[in-house]
Structure formats: C-alpha cells, structure tokens
Nanobody
Framework: QVQLVESGGGLVQPGGSLRLSCAASGSTFSRYSMSWYRQAPGKERELVAAITSIGGVTNYADSMKGRFTISRDNAKYTMYLQMNNLKPDDPAVYYC?????????WGQGTQVAVSS
C-alpha cells in the first residue's frame, strides 16, 4: 500500500512563491515516475508536472513552464514542486500522484490560494 502526503500549501500574494512537498511511504518510491496535478473548483483535475524515477526527465504543462520546478529526493522519499510567480489562475488543490501496476495513488491534496 502506497501512501502519499502533501504539504506546503497556503495563501500567497500574486507573484509570490510556495514549495509543495509530497512524502511517500514505502521503499519502492524511487522506482516510479511521479506527478503533480491540480484541481480548481468547477474544473477537471489537470497535470501540472511529472518527473521520472531518478529525476532525469521532467515535463510541465505549458502554463507552468518557467515558473514551476518539479524535483525529488529519493533518499527522503519526497517529491517537491517549487512554484514561483504565482498567478490568479493558479489557486487549486494540488495533488501528488504515482501509478503502480496501472493503479493510481493520490494524496489528500494541499490547498494553494493566491490573493492580494
């Protein structure tokens, strides 16, 4: 059983920064690619960024390129999302995700709000 726990969300002003963390249980963490998704009220869940098992390859949704950075520390079983220059379109619940044997595992999410 895989457990994912997100943290680091909060309220920031436009242009501000946040660093989200996703702590994973289990020693198999380093074997799998992982992703961040987000879901705003009334909208579908969308992919934010993804990273391969050893962090060599990353992918971002177009609107996040240049502002968000995904990374991971396999020794700490933790994935991160550094979010800079947050915009009014960014507020959502942010979730981390891993797919193992075709099964999706999700954390409980962490809320990000942007307001002046």
């Amino acid at each position: 059983q895989v457990q994912l726990v997100e943290s680091g969300g909060g309220l920031v002003q436009p242009g501000g920064s946040l660093r989200l963390s996703c702590a994973a249980s289990g020693s198999t963490f380093s074997r799998y690619s992982m992703s961040w998704y987000r879901q705003a009220p009334g909208k579908e869940r969308e992919l934010v960024a993804a990273i391969t098992s050893i962090g060599g390859v990353t992918n971002y949704a177009d609107s996040m390129k240049g502002r968000f950075t995904i990374s991971r520390d396999n020794a700490k079983y933790t994935m991160y999302l550094q979010m800079n220059n947050l915009k009014p379109d960014d507020p959502a619940v942010y979730y981390c995700n891993v797919v193992i044997s075709s099964r999706h595992y999700w954390g409980q999410g962490t809320q990000v709000a942007v307001s002046s």
